[in-house]
């Protein structure tokens, strides 16, 4: 399996308090994608990135910014988080060609009260 | 437009029923993959199985199989003698390449929820 890890892989914060989780991966992919899980809704893309200081925005960017200055690292960031982006946000990434799959990190469960 | 709808929210089967998960999706593009995803309880997603648009074969693996057809647009996933492992919640996604795409993006259904009932 493709090596992803995402930090933090829980976090508790206040809503206005900026909130930055990071996706790391080890399998030079060039493509990377931030999502967020919601009942109901499934997987929801926030945004994704097609190479180093390559981003585009998904359906739901409205609130999230993202980074990637490295290939391995993809951050998003809550510049003042909000009660509606309590979720559970995925990070994954695949290698180039449309056959490839995405691969998943485990997952950043992210409460904000 | 791109899409992938899976029009099944939850079923729920006894072991050792066989169930079909359907999935049915919209492209414009000649060249495109389909694919599964397994989410269990424990959170994680698991790719299960790839199908390019040039290969209609089904597939079988151990008590999976797929049947691609693209004259239904339609890429199911059938379970066999289903298990209490097999619970999970299943994602069918569509990927696409076209030129003015530079994100070479993944489009998913909403997923079903599997409970196998022992």
Request: glycine letters at 10%; hydrophobic letters at 25%; zero cysteines.
């Given at each position: 399996d493709a090596g992803i890890t995402q930090s933090p892989r829980h976090k508790v914060t206040e809503t206005g308090t900026p909130v930055t989780l990071r996706c790391h991966q080890t399998?030079?992919?060039?493509y990377m994608y931030w999502y967020r899980q919601d009942p109901g809704h499934g997987l929801r893309l926030i945004h994704y990135s097609y190479g180093v200081k390559d981003t585009d925005k998904g359906e739901?960017?409205?609130?999230y910014s993202v980074s990637r200055s490295k290939t391995e690292d993809f951050l998003l960031t809550l510049e003042s988080a909000t009660s509606s982006q309590t979720s559970v946000y995925f990070c994954a990434s695949r290698g180039s060609g449309g056959d490839q799959p995405q691969h998943f990190g485990d997952g950043t469960r992210l409460s904000i009260l | 437009a791109q899409k992938v709808t899976q029009a099944q929210t939850e079923i729920s089967v006894v072991e050792k029923e066989d169930v079909t998960l359907d999935c049915v999706y919209e492209t414009r593009d000649t060249t495109y993959y389909l694919f599964w995803y397994k989410q269990p309880p424990s959170g994680e997603l698991v790719f299960l199985i790839r199908r390019n648009s040039f290969d209609e074969q089904n597939e079988i693996s151990g008590r999976y199989s797929w049947n691609f057809q693209k004259s239904t647009s339609s890429f199911n996933f059938t379970i066999t003698?289903?298990?209490?492992?097999?619970?999970a919640v299943y994602f069918c996604a569509l990927s696409g390449f076209s030129a003015?795409?530079?994100?070479?993006q993944f489009y998913f259904g909403t997923g079903t929820s599997l409970t196998v009932i022992p």
């Open positions: 399998e030079n992919h060039r739901v960017s409205d609130g | 003698a289903s298990q209490v492992v097999d619970s003015m795409n530079t994100g070479n």
